[in-house]
């Protein structure tokens, strides 16, 4: 069984089942939909996902999606705290290359469990500190 980091969007394109999600992304959720992958999201992913609520930029039921999927009973899907390994971690992802404070969460968790990271974001992918998969 293969653990995979997600950001927001590709946790939010897989519950919408949208477009944007690629054929290879899409396979990794599926799998972890039938008990053969460990999706890990990054609690900073969560309060992404409900402060775009808020400002509409997303499905008002997004919020409610995500809870029921972790709330399901699932060990497939899990958070992964933001807690003192992750901060440290976040030391290694450069500013510069990712300046969005949630993304650079997201990537450090990534980099702390050393696992993949589900993610389309390029200047994630240009970080070379860990897979990045599309």
């Not at 404070?101 to 993610?119: C, G, Y």
């Amino acid at each position: 069984m293969s653990r995979w980091v997600s950001d927001a969007h590709a946790l939010l394109w897989h519950l919408y089942a949208a477009p944007q999600l690629s054929a290879r992304v899409r396979d990794v959720f599926e799998q972890a939909d039938a008990g053969e992958h460990i999706i890990i999201i990054p609690a900073i992913a969560l309060v992404e996902i409900i402060y775009l609520s808020e400002k509409g930029k997303i499905a008002s039921d997004a919020v409610q999606r995500v809870i029921d999927l972790l709330r399901a009973g699932s060990e497939n899907y899990q958070v992964a705290p933001l807690d003192l390994d992750v901060t440290m971690a976040l030391g290694r992802v450069d500013r510069n290359t990712v300046p969005d404070m949630p993304d650079r969460i997201i990537a450090a968790t990534a980099l702390h469990l050393d696992l993949p990271l589900l993610t389309r974001d390029p200047k994630i992918a240009a970080l070379n500190l860990f897979t990045t998969v599309w």
